[in-house]
């Protein structure tokens, strides 16, 4: 399929969204709500990190999907934004845990290799595109998966939550590739750069699962519907797996040795078609092509 990436300049009316957009599921809620915690500093750090990088493209094709993926991912960054202020409002002050996650990024992660580390500033560069890379491989697997979670829509969410949580996914599977792609592009050649791949990955996976399970801890603990009731815990949290309110572990899990496989390539994930299917209709997405193709026209 030829396509073009490009960012969608959506918008959402949150003023109708219930603290728990999932009727009764307080813990698929939240579970789900530490993306909101996450993506804004995420994204931003994937775009600043892209930005340092854009001098070692050579590949015109690869440019104009990297600009695409920057483009996407600012957009997502500053929806996901608005979420933790609609979450403040209610009452859920997010900001102890998202200043722990800009501290990761901004300066564990940030320019400079962090603790004096004898690292080139090449290959820091290198090291942080193979954790972009590996983190867009359980994006990807996300945003898949709520593009087929039938049991979410069964489950009477709020529409603006779920259209917010499909749009971002299909870009996901959109822009599937191009994290891939620029670690590639930029790492040089041979059994280096297929090391530090796995290295990317063996980093990732378990600090992305550390910071999901205290991120939802924090949420459920802080929630003023709750009153302190309730404690994030595995047993409620593979309630809602069975429910389908959530992917499985084994779905996440399988991600992982299919991104090490030295052949690998995320062009294999999820469905395109979804995806691109889904953007077509999306509320948010179409009312943004209608604004674009308004100003167009004035």
Same mark, same amino acid.
């Given at each position: 399929?030829?396509?073009?990436?490009?960012?969608?300049?959506?918008? *959402?009316?949150?003023?109708?969204?219930?603290?728990?957009?999932? #009727?009764?599921?307080?813990?698929?809620?939240?579970?789900?709500?530490?993306?909101? !915690?996450?993506?804004?500093?995420?994204?931003?750090? *994937?775009?600043?990190?892209?930005? %340092?990088? /854009?001098?070692?493209?050579?590949?015109?094709?690869?440019?104009?999907?990297?600009?695409?993926?920057?483009?996407?991912?600012?957009?997502?960054?500053?929806?996901?934004?608005?979420? /933790?202020?609609?979450?403040?409002?209610?009452?859920?002050?997010?900001?102890?845990?998202?200043?722990?996650?800009?501290?990761?990024?901004?300066?564990?992660?940030?320019?400079?290799?962090?603790?004096?580390?004898? !690292?080139?500033?090449?290959?820091?560069?290198?090291?942080?595109?193979?954790?972009?890379?590996?983190?867009?491989?359980?994006?990807?697997?996300?945003?898949?998966?709520?593009?087929?979670?039938?049991?979410?829509?069964?489950?009477?969410?709020?529409?603006?939550?779920?259209?917010? !949580?499909?749009?971002?996914?299909?870009?996901?599977?959109?822009?599937?590739?191009?994290? *891939?792609?620029? =670690?590639?592009?930029?790492?040089?050649? +041979?059994?280096?750069?297929?090391?530090?791949?796995?290295?990317?990955?063996?980093?990732?996976?378990?600090?992305?699962? =550390?910071?999901?399970?205290?991120?939802?801890? =924090?949420?459920?603990?802080?929630?003023?519907?709750?009153?302190?009731?309730?404690?994030?815990?595995?047993?409620?949290?593979?309630?809602?797996?069975?429910?389908?309110? /959530? #992917?499985?572990?084994?779905?996440?899990?399988?991600?992982?040795?299919? =991104?090490?496989?030295?052949?690998?390539? #995320?062009?294999? %994930?999820?469905?395109?078609?979804?995806?691109?299917?889904?953007?077509?209709?999306?509320?948010?997405?179409?009312?943004?092509?209608?604004?674009? +193709?308004?100003?167009? !026209?004035?």
């Amino acid at each position: 399929m030829s396509y073009r990436i490009a960012p969608r300049r959506v918008s *959402f009316d949150w003023q109708e969204t219930p603290l728990h957009w999932i #009727p009764d599921e307080p813990t698929a809620t939240h579970v789900i709500n530490v993306l909101h !915690l996450l993506l804004p500093a995420g994204e931003r750090w *994937f775009v600043k990190v892209f930005k %340092e990088a /854009l001098p070692l493209v050579h590949d015109e094709e690869l440019l104009k999907d990297v600009k695409g993926f920057m483009g996407q991912e600012a957009t997502h960054s500053v929806q996901h934004s608005y979420v /933790l202020n609609h979450l403040a409002e209610q009452g859920l002050d997010t900001g102890p845990y998202t200043r722990h996650v800009e501290f990761l990024l901004d300066v564990l992660l940030g320019e400079k290799p962090p603790l004096g580390l004898p !690292l080139t500033e090449r290959e820091w560069l290198r090291f942080r595109l193979s954790l972009i890379a590996a983190i867009e491989q359980f994006t990807a697997v996300l945003g898949d998966w709520v593009l087929r979670a039938e049991e979410l829509d069964r489950a009477d969410p709020d529409p603006v939550m779920l259209d917010l !949580l499909r749009w971002h996914g299909a870009e996901e599977v959109e822009h599937r590739s191009v994290a *891939f792609d620029m =670690y590639e592009h930029c790492s040089g050649e +041979g059994a280096a750069r297929y090391a530090r791949r796995l290295l990317g990955m063996a980093v990732t996976a378990p600090m992305l699962l =550390y910071l999901w399970a205290w991120g939802a801890r =924090y949420l459920v603990r802080h929630d003023p519907l709750l009153a302190s009731r309730l404690r994030y815990s595995l047993r409620e949290h593979n309630r809602a797996v069975a429910k389908g309110l /959530l #992917p499985s572990w084994r779905e996440l899990g399988r991600a992982v040795p299919r =991104y090490c496989r030295r052949s690998y390539h #995320p062009s294999q %994930e999820g469905s395109l078609r979804r995806a691109v299917d889904y953007l077509a209709t999306s509320p948010a997405a179409r009312a943004a092509a209608g604004a674009l +193709g308004r100003a167009a !026209l004035s």
